[in-house]
């Protein structure tokens, strides 16, 4: 486990996904050479962290990595169980819609909107094959069997 202490930017609520501040995030860019930042992930972005507890504005915090694949964060919306999830523009996860970006995961159980979702964390995009499955209903074309005359025999 490593750990370092950052500066968050703005308010956080409790189970949001947090990115990287650049330099100048804080608006000082001399004390941005020494300093990382924290702000909220934003929509589509690969979250670099989650916080399990609220964060202010201009307070420093210790970031522990601990290398677990499994996240808890805010769902925006009801999410059933297996279903690919996206960040949404505060932090939180909605379903994966490939227009938006990138997906971080993957469900492991049904929540309603407002509640925690657990999820793998899995990155990446959809190629278009895959998007074209999930995004079209399967219809299975009904095929007529041939009916073919046996020669009568002689």
């Given at each position: 486990m490593t750990?370092?202490?950052?500066?968050?930017?703005?308010?956080?609520?409790?189970h949001r996904l947090l990115g990287l501040g650049g330099i100048n995030s804080g608006g000082d860019p001399e004390e941005g050479w020494e300093t990382i930042y924290l702000i909220p992930s934003r929509l589509g972005w690969i979250p670099d962290f989650v916080t399990s507890k609220e964060?202010?504005?201009g307070e420093f915090v210790n970031v522990a990595i601990k290398d677990n694949p499994i996240w808890e964060v805010e769902a925006v919306e009801d999410l059933p169980a297996g279903t690919a999830?996206?960040?949404?523009?505060d932090g939180r996860v909605k379903h994966y819609v490939p227009a938006d970006g990138n997906h971080i995961g993957c469900t492991l159980h049904s929540v309603k909107a407002g509640e925690v979702v657990a999820f793998f964390r899995k990155y990446g995009t959809m190629p278009p094959s895959q998007e074209q499955v999930l995004a079209m209903p399967q219809v299975e074309k009904?095929?007529?069997?041939?009916?073919?005359?046996?020669k009568a025999s002689v």
């Open positions: 750990n370092f202490k950052a500066k968050v930017v703005e308010d956080i609520p409790a964060l202010k504005a999830v996206q960040c949404t523009e009904e095929t007529k069997s041939k009916r073919t005359r046996k």
